[in-house]
């Protein structure tokens, strides 16, 4: 089926694991987003990118490490999980910018221990 | 630079009554805006957009939002609660070449 999938959506690891979490959409967006939701600050932007092989830095970036070598894989590192990066992690899309509609996918809900 | 409050981090309603979820904005470009929502335990759906057409949007489910640039608001209503509304609900401004900012979200709870 068409859409924006995510995996795992359920992952624990343990603090300093390394940790990939992936995204996946079928429509050919050119745009794609990392998002993480924590109680109180809504959804706060990690990294984007505007197309294959061009990625950029968003709000909250610090711990990530992101890649983009097919317009429709978007995948997020964790190259050193901390605590602090207990939080759902969600992927979107977007056909024609990041000021236009953004699809969201069902997320990935992450616990550091 | 641009930021969203969203005025109420809750908000309590009995079945069949209005609903109005507050939004106010801050941008120093031509905003677009938006209204997501959130269902327990899912992703973020769109209800609706703002993008400098029309200032009455109407979107899914019978809600409907205002923009009004003078008070910098583009507040969500509906006119009759349903239980399936119950949910989070995000207002998010964003511009050209500008990234999405989320507001902290309003909880609905709506009552039978």
């Known amino acids: 089926d068409a859409g924006i999938t995510q995996s795992p959506r359920y992952k624990i690891t343990e603090t300093g694991r390394q940790v990939t979490l992936m995204c996946h959409q079928t429509?050919?967006?050119?745009?794609m987003f990392w998002y993480r939701q924590d109680l109180g600050h809504g959804l706060r932007l990690i990294y984007y990118s505007a197309a294959a092989d061009i990625t950029d830095k968003g709000e909250v970036p610090d711990g990530y490490v992101v890649s983009r070598s097919k317009t429709e894989n978007f995948p997020l590192t964790l190259e050193s999980a901390t605590r602090s990066q207990t939080s759902v992690y969600f992927c979107a899309s977007s056909e024609t910018g990041n000021y236009n509609e953004q699809f969201f996918g069902p997320g990935t809900r992450l616990t550091v221990l | 630079a641009q930021s969203v409050t969203q005025l109420d981090s809750h908000v309590s309603v009995s079945e069949g009554t209005p609903v109005l979820l507050r939004c106010n904005y801050s941008s120093s470009y031509s905003p677009s805006l938006f209204w997501y929502v959130q269902h327990p335990n899912k992703g973020l759906q769109l209800l609706l957009k703002y993008t400098s057409a029309a200032t009455l949007v109407k979107g899914i489910n019978g809600f409907e939002a205002e923009f009004k640039k003078s008070e910098t608001s583009f507040h969500l209503t509906k006119p009759s609660a349903h239980m399936s509304d119950a949910a989070e609900y995000f207002c998010v401004v964003s511009s050209y070449g500008q990234n999405f900012v989320f507001g902290p979200g309003t909880r609905l709870s709506v009552l039978p």
């Open positions: 429509w050919s967006h050119s745009y």
